[in-house]
């Protein structure tokens, strides 16, 4: 799916970026797949490893 317009994008992921729930991961108790790929051109594979790691 991609943006109409690609200022859409941008303030998209300024969004997500402001908005850390990094301390909130604890609380997941449902089954969750974190899926990253290494061409992301926005976050980096790290990111979502520590993600991922953050999920009991």
């Known amino acids: 799916m991609r943006p109409k317009d690609s ?5 998209t992921v300024e ?3 402001r908005h850390n ?11 969750t797949l974190v899926i990253a790929g ?10 979502f490893r520590e993600t991922a790691e953050g999920i009991p």
């Open 7 to 11: 200022s859409d994008l941008v303030i």
């Open 15 to 17: 969004a997500e970026d």
């Open 38 to 47: 290494d061409k992301d051109p926005f976050y980096s594979t790290n990111l």
């Open 21 to 31: 729930f990094k301390d909130r991961l604890s609380e997941i108790t449902v089954p």
